[in-house]
């Protein structure tokens, strides 16, 4: 069974910065898109940003220019970088990975896959 796992979540003082990371395991699998989103207390769970197998990239408006996504096919995992992290920042962060399982050579149907999160708090 396919799980993913969050990495890098922590507290940090406003203007800080942390990295996240997220690989699927449990089995051999391709991997299409990958993303990571957050969910504040009391709010929805929102899009923080996304990057398509071709590279293609989209950004929540809250964090552009101060997180960057980032892939390493090779090892199945994708990067949050957060910089100029601020107190609204504060979160749970979720990893989401659309992929399909490799069985006896052949690709399954495509499924969507959400990690468990990481807390990200950004205080003084």
């Known amino acids: 069974q396919v799980q993913l796992e969050e990495f890098g979540g922590g507290e940090v003082q406003p203007g800080g910065s942390l990295r996240l990371s997220c690989a699927p395991s449990?089995?051999?699998?391709?991997?299409?898109?990958m993303g990571w989103y957050r969910q504040a207390p009391g709010k929805e769970r929102e899009l923080v940003a996304t990057?398509?197998?071709?590279?293609?990239?989209k950004y929540g408006d809250s964090v552009k220019g101060r997180f960057t996504i980032s892939r390493d096919d090779a090892k199945h995992t994708v990067y949050l970088q957060m910089n100029s992290l601020q107190p609204e920042d504060t979160a749970v962060y979720y990893c989401?990975?659309?992929?399909?399982?490799?069985?006896?050579?052949?690709?399954?149907?495509?499924?969507?896959?959400w990690g468990k999160g990481t807390l990200v708090t950004v205080s003084s």
């Open positions: 989401n990975v659309y992929l399909s399982l490799i069985r006896g050579g052949i690709a399954q149907q495509g499924m969507n896959y």
């Open positions: 990057m398509a197998t071709g590279g293609n990239t």
């Open positions: 449990g089995g051999l699998v391709s991997i299409y898109d």
